[in-house]
């Protein structure tokens, strides 16, 4: 039985989720979290707070012992697309550097599994739907070292027999329907962005390129509710661990969203004006990118529960509420 889990970036966005349907599975939870992009408000207070680098090897390691961990959830990492163009060893440092100090403390311990939140942006663009087999060519250096992570991850747990479960996440959006839970960064995310201009006198909807070769010229994605996520991790971890097994998985709804698709989605919960802005493209975006989840949906049985697009921004504008 799984009892005792460490969540690397369990005070962020999805890391929360994460640990609060852990908890609530009456799982023990364990966090670590530098709390860089993370916030003391998102730690549930069932859970035992440690305000650690992951690149600390010696805290992480002596936080897996006298706890006696015996799964990780590695969700701590850095993941603006844009920011890693710009600060490539900022990336380089926290996602390929920080994964292997975190395998170098889980050396030599009881943990038998590990989950590793991995993304879409490790596949080659231009493929538009990808299965796990699919060409793996990041094009952005977050991508870069989010491929890098798979790969320490891989073959450390092959050499030391524990089961592994490389999630590649599609674009995570939406809150938590206990209403305490969601995106509180500003970041550069379509969903945030469109919700902190909902409560604005003058809402502006941002663009960043219309001239992609998709239907509508708009970047296409395949936006999955994190509460799904949180659901995938939970699954999958049971999964790997009772059948000794490991995988990657992507992670999404095999259904793809153009911006414009969002962006009327968020007019119809809107009675003001918009203006929307056409702005250039962002370096590192990929063209549109939806998942084959075949893979997943076999291995855990999983039928999604949020997927609708009116309930994901249904979701986002409540909890951005919270803010106002
Ligand atoms: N949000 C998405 O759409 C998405 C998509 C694909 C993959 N992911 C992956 O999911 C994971 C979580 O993303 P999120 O959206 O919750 O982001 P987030 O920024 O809210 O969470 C990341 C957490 O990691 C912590 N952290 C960062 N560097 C750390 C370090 N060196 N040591 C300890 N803690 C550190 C941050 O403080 C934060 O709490 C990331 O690994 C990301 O690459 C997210």
Redo the contacts with the bound molecule.
């Keep these: 039985m799984i009892k005792k889990i460490l969540v690397?970036?369990?005070?962020?966005?999805?890391?929360?989720?994460v640990s609060e349907l852990l908890i609530k599975q009456k799982k023990q939870v364990f966090i670590?979290?530098?709390?860089?992009?993370?916030?003391k408000k998102?730690i549930n207070k069932k859970s035992k707070f440690f305000h650690?680098?992951?690149?600390?090897e010696n805290k992480i390691k002596k936080i897996i012992k006298e706890n006696k961990i015996d799964s990780v959830i590695?969700?701590?990492?850095?993941?603006s697309v844009g920011e890693s163009q710009k600060k490539p060893k900022k990336y380089f440092?926290?996602?390929v550097k920080?994964t292997q100090k975190l395998l170098n403390a889980i050396k030599g311990s009881k943990i038998k599994n590990i989950i590793?939140?991995?993304?879409?942006?490790v596949y080659k663009d231009g493929l538009s739907r990808v299965s796990e087999t699919s060409k793996l060519k990041p094009t952005s250096i977050?991508g870069k070292t989010?491929l890098m992570g798979e790969k320490l991850i891989i073959k450390f747990c092959k050499k030391n027999k524990i089961n592994y479960g490389i999630l590649?996440?599609?674009?995570?959006?939406g809150a938590s329907s206990s209403g305490k839970i969601g995106?509180?960064?500003k970041?550069d995310?379509l969903f945030k962005n469109l919700s902190v201009e909902v409560y604005k006198k003058k809402p502006k909807f941002r663009i960043y390129g219309s001239n992609y070769k998709t239907l509508d010229g708009t970047c296409i994605r395949d936006y999955i509710h994190?509460s799904d996520i949180a659901e995938i991790h939970s699954k999958v971890l049971a999964k790997i661990h009772k059948l000794n097994k490991s995988g990657i998985f992507n992670c999404g709804y095999s259904k793809g969203k153009s911006v414009k698709d969002v962006i009327n989605e968020f007019k119809k919960n809107i009675r003001k004006k918009i203006i929307i802005q056409k702005l250039s493209k962002r370096k590192g975006d990929m063209a549109m990118i939806i998942a084959n989840t075949q893979k997943l949906k076999k291995f855990i049985k999983w039928r999604p529960k949020y997927n609708k697009l009116s309930f994901i921004v249904k979701s986002c504008i409540k909890w951005e509420k919270t803010f106002q």
Excluded: E, M, P, W
């Excluded at 590649?168 to 959006?173: L, T």
């Design positions: 690397t970036g369990g005070a962020g966005y999805i890391g929360a989720h670590a979290d530098d709390l860089s992009t993370g916030y998102l650690c680098d992951i690149l600390n590695h969700l701590a990492a850095a993941l440092r926290i996602n920080g590793f939140s991995s993304t879409c942006a977050y989010k590649r996440f599609f674009n995570v959006a995106q509180i960064n970041g995310q994190v």
